[in-house]
């Protein structure tokens, strides 16, 4: 839809990524991708380190299988604090920890990384300040009125505000494509276990872009807001692998107990609890759903198959959710809403955004209302995405229309997303669910009045 602040980083534990959520689709400008954040949450990772799932996962052939050595916690279950770390343990600490990435993915690195570690107050003067060079406030503006037309952001939320203080209180690190230059948050100043994940996570980063050029990836496309989540799940989902398994290879057992109690801290999660639930499925998934997508290509082509994809990136989230699709090149449908649509609304209305929502923010739109209900599952009602386009449309005295045009593989899928949209629809009000004569596709039309609906669905033949 808009712009997406495109940087890579690392949260704090239990801090999900700090990449803007894809249902807004802020976006940086075409010459900033500094939000491209490679923003795990610590906990997430443990976790994903230690599953079964993650540890079948075979490194590159060259990756060193020597575990790292393991302790016993202290009496009591306390873990020890890291000590404070002069530069030159910290320099020799990261060029360790970059031999060892480089080892695990089988990348070579074709420049020097050069890390600038921030405190509390310089990742929130850096994020900030990014987040307003790269996203105008009109568009921001525009993104908060189409999650309020669809239900997903309280009527007095501010999502600027939202954006800034989500950004400033997650993220724990960094890689800027733009710069090349590398971020490292200590807010203890100590480089303790927290702080050596961040770095092995935005070094893969580093070496992604060294040797596939992330700038081509293109994910900050206007208008084409599925694609790009899409491609920064792949992104996200190998640095995230990465990392799961230099953990497992180079944090000794006290290390990850450390991260799990960070993780579990109240304080660290309490921010992100409290955000609208919208931002906070969408800052999950590219490193979730990103995680399960790599896994399955390394797991049938090894590190080979993740390059592989890196010149070919998924085309939609539907890829990246059901791995066989990417695998069989299902192409998304092209489905295209009238460009004259503001015209034919009448005099004072404009198009005000214009993306594709994709089957994961379908499912996150339909789960805010659908969980619970009784009717089919958000997942599922989601599943069958054949293709989508959506406009908000900004008329005079505040008025506003959201037109949403979807396709389906087949019209029991057709069927199955409308049912659970009539159920959104009608908590919303003011809305109607139109189903294609042919069974192919559904429209979902949301007016700010029921004559702002009448006049919408005029205008489209619905």
């Given at each position: 839809?808009?712009?997406?602040?495109?940087?890579?980083?690392?949260?704090?534990?239990?801090?999900?990524?700090?990449?803007?959520?894809?249902?807004?689709?802020?976006?940086?400008?075409?010459?900033?991708?500094?939000?491209?954040?490679?923003l795990t949450a610590t906990l997430v990772l443990v976790v994903a380190a230690c599953q079964p799932a993650?540890?079948?996962?075979?490194?590159?052939?060259?990756?060193?299988?020597?575990?790292?050595?393991?302790?016993?916690?202290?009496?009591?279950?306390?873990?020890?604090?890291?000590?404070?770390?002069?530069?030159?343990?910290?320099?020799?600490?990261?060029?360790?920890?970059?031999?060892?990435?480089?080892?695990?993915?089988?990348?070579?690195?074709?420049?020097?990384?050069?890390?600038?570690?921030?405190?509390?107050?310089?990742?929130?003067?850096?994020?900030?300040?990014?987040?307003?060079?790269?996203?105008?406030?009109?568009?921001?503006?525009?993104?908060?009125?189409?999650?309020?037309?669809?239900?997903?952001?309280?009527?007095?939320?501010?999502?600027?505000?939202?954006?800034?203080?989500?950004?400033?209180?997650?993220?724990?690190?960094?890689?800027?494509?733009?710069?090349?230059?590398?971020?490292?948050?200590?807010?203890?100043?100590?480089?303790?276990?927290?702080?050596?994940?961040?770095?092995?996570?935005?070094?893969?980063?580093?070496?992604?872009?060294?040797?596939?050029?992330?700038?081509?990836?293109?994910?900050?496309?206007?208008?084409?807001?599925?694609?790009?989540?899409?491609?920064?799940?792949?992104?996200?989902?190998?640095?995230?692998?990465?990392?799961?398994?230099?953990?497992?290879?180079?944090?000794?057992?006290?290390?990850?107990?450390?991260?799990?109690?960070?993780?579990?801290?109240?304080?660290?999660?309490?921010?992100?609890?409290?955000?609208?639930?919208?931002?906070?499925?969408?800052?999950?998934?590219?490193?979730?759903?990103?995680?399960?997508?790599?896994?399955?290509?390394?797991?049938?082509?090894?590190?080979?198959?993740?390059?592989?994809?890196?010149?070919?990136?998924?085309?939609?989230?539907?890829?990246?959710?059901?791995?066989?699709?990417?695998?069989?090149?299902?192409?998304?449908?092209?489905?295209?809403?009238?460009?004259?649509?503001?015209?034919?609304?009448?005099?004072?209305?404009?198009?005000?955004?214009?993306?594709?929502?994709?089957?994961?923010?379908?499912?996150?739109?339909?789960?805010?209302?659908?969980?619970?209900?009784?009717?089919?599952?958000?997942?599922?009602?989601?599943?069958?995405?054949?293709?989508?386009?959506?406009?908000?449309?900004?008329?005079?005295?505040?008025?506003?229309?959201?037109?949403?045009?979807?396709?389906?593989?087949?019209?029991?899928?057709?069927?199955?997303?409308?049912?659970?949209?009539?159920?959104?629809?009608?908590?919303?009000?003011?809305g109607a669910v139109v189903p294609a004569a042919d069974g192919s596709g559904v429209t979902v039309v949301?007016?700010?009045?029921?004559?702002?609906?009448?006049?919408?669905?005029?205008?489209?033949?619905?």
């Amino acid at each position: 839809m808009g712009r997406r602040s495109r940087s890579f980083c690392v949260p704090e534990p239990l801090k999900l990524s700090a990449t803007i959520p894809p249902m807004t689709a802020i976006r940086p400008s075409p010459g900033s991708r500094r939000a491209l954040f490679a923003l795990t949450a610590t906990l997430v990772l443990v976790v994903a380190a230690c599953q079964p799932a993650a540890q079948s996962v075979s490194p590159s052939p060259s990756a060193s299988q020597t575990p790292a050595p393991t302790a016993s916690p202290s009496a009591g279950g306390s873990v020890a604090p890291s000590a404070p770390a002069s530069p030159a343990d910290l320099s020799a600490t990261y060029a360790s920890i970059e031999d060892q990435v480089r080892t695990i993915r089988g990348l070579a690195a074709k420049k020097e990384v050069d890390p600038v570690v921030l405190d509390d107050a310089g990742i929130k003067k850096i994020t900030a300040d990014g987040f307003h060079k790269d996203n105008p406030q009109a568009l921001v503006d525009a993104n908060e009125r189409l999650l309020k037309g669809l239900g997903l952001l309280p009527q007095d939320a501010n999502l600027g505000d939202l954006y800034v203080k989500l950004l400033g209180e997650q993220v724990a690190g960094l890689y800027s494509p733009d710069d090349k230059q590398l971020y490292v948050v200590s807010r203890s100043g100590k480089l303790g276990p927290t702080e050596k994940t961040t770095f092995a996570h935005e070094y893969t980063h580093a070496l992604q872009d060294q040797n596939f050029d992330l700038g081509s990836l293109k994910l900050d496309e206007v208008g084409e807001g599925d694609k790009g989540i899409a491609g920064l799940s792949l992104v996200e989902g190998d640095a995230t692998l990465v990392m799961s398994l230099w953990q497992i290879q180079h944090l000794s057992q006290v290390e990850l107990l450390q991260l799990l109690s960070e993780s579990l801290s109240p304080e660290v999660s309490g921010s992100l609890d409290a955000m609208p639930a919208v931002l906070r499925e969408s800052l999950l998934f590219p490193y979730t759903a990103g995680l399960s997508f790599v896994q399955s290509l390394q797991a049938s082509g090894g590190w080979d198959a993740v390059n592989g994809a890196f010149r070919e990136p998924p085309a939609s989230t539907e890829q990246v959710l059901h791995p066989e699709k990417y695998a069989s090149h299902e192409a998304p449908v092209d489905v295209t809403l009238p460009a004259d649509l503001p015209t034919k609304l009448g005099q004072g209305w404009s198009k005000g955004l214009e993306d594709t929502l994709g089957e994961f923010q379908l499912k996150v739109w339909l789960d805010q209302v659908t969980a619970g209900s009784g009717g089919p599952s958000a997942d599922a009602a989601a599943a069958g995405w054949g293709g989508d386009r959506v406009m908000l449309l900004d008329g005079p005295n505040g008025a506003r229309a959201i037109a949403l045009k979807t396709a389906w593989d087949t019209p029991a899928d057709a069927s199955e997303f409308a049912s659970a949209a009539n159920s959104v629809v009608a908590k919303l009000g003011n809305g109607a669910v139109v189903p294609a004569a042919d069974g192919s596709g559904v429209t979902v039309v949301l007016g700010s009045s029921p004559d702002v609906l009448q006049s919408l669905r005029s205008a489209l033949g619905a």
